[in-house]
């Protein structure tokens, strides 16, 4: 069955470091998303991305957020300079259908991000 | 404005006994679509059932159902014949049709737990 892959599973880094973290979507997929879920709390949207354009970024995706499509099958996330507070789980997600339609999206096992 | 309310944090059921995940929405769309999400301990987050506001059924998926009250704007989880492996936390999501490619709004999740 096709799944979401997401890596690296879990990330350390020193705050004020740049991370990324890399997702390979459903191959059929064209709709992309990025979630994070801070210990304990609920999952909350960061962001999502069709046909190479950012289409919605919630109040989180602030300017030390960036995503990106380097290929037809990666889809990355970079934090620029990272903080206490972005120690969280970074949920990547694909769908095929977009607004108006069933739009299931599939999660991968998602990168659980630490910042020391 | 909180979409998801899932007033349940934990909720414990004997294994082969069915359980009820309460979930109640709020929204001003007339069009939209309802989730749910497992997220064992290892963290990933799974598809579990889907609804649309327009579905004249409840949806079925093998030991799931969804029972969709429309009017109470409710959505319930009722899992039959619990399983060792059903435990985990459970989320409740909204599709907002609102946005651009529809952000899911999640509830703060029940812990499920099955005793043998």
């Known amino acids: 069955e096709p799944e979401v892959t997401q890596t690296p599973s879990h990330q350390v880094t020193q705050m004020g470091q740049e991370v990324i973290l890399r997702c390979v979507p459903i191959?059929?997929?064209?709709?992309f998303y990025w979630y994070r879920q801070i210990l304990g709390q609920k999952v909350e949207f960061l962001v999502s991305?069709?046909?190479?354009?950012?289409?919605?970024k919630s109040e989180i995706f602030d300017d030390q957020f960036s995503v990106e499509r380097p290929d037809g099958s990666n889809f990355t996330l970079k934090i620029r300079s990272t903080k206490l507070e972005d120690s969280a789980m970074y949920f990547c997600?694909?769908?095929?259908?977009?607004?108006?339609?069933?739009?299931?999206?599939?999660f991968g096992a998602g990168t659980r991000l630490s910042v020391l | 404005a909180q979409k998801i309310t899932q007033t349940q944090p934990g909720m414990f059921v004997q294994e082969k006994e069915a359980v009820t995940l309460d979930c109640t929405y709020d929204?001003?769309?007339?069009?939209?679509?309802l989730f749910w999400y497992k997220q064992p301990s290892s963290g990933e987050m799974i598809f579990l059932i889907y609804?649309?506001?327009?579905?004249?059924q409840n949806a079925t998926e093998g030991r799931y159902s969804l029972n969709f009250q429309k009017a109470r704007k409710s959505a319930n989880l009722v899992i039959s014949a619990s399983q060792l492996g059903d435990s985990a936390m459970y989320f409740c999501?909204?599709?907002?049709?609102?946005?651009?490619?529809?952000?899911?709004?999640f509830g703060r999740g029940t812990q499920l737990t099955v005793w043998p």
């Open positions: 997600a694909s769908s095929d259908q977009g607004k108006g339609a069933k739009n299931i999206q599939y």
């Open positions: 191959s059929n997929h064209l709709y």
């Open positions: 991305f069709y046909n190479n354009e950012i289409s919605e």
């Open positions: 929204t001003s769309d007339q069009s939209y679509g």
């Open positions: 609804q649309g506001s327009y579905d004249e």
């Open positions: 999501a909204i599709f907002d049709r609102g946005s651009t490619l529809g952000r899911l709004y």
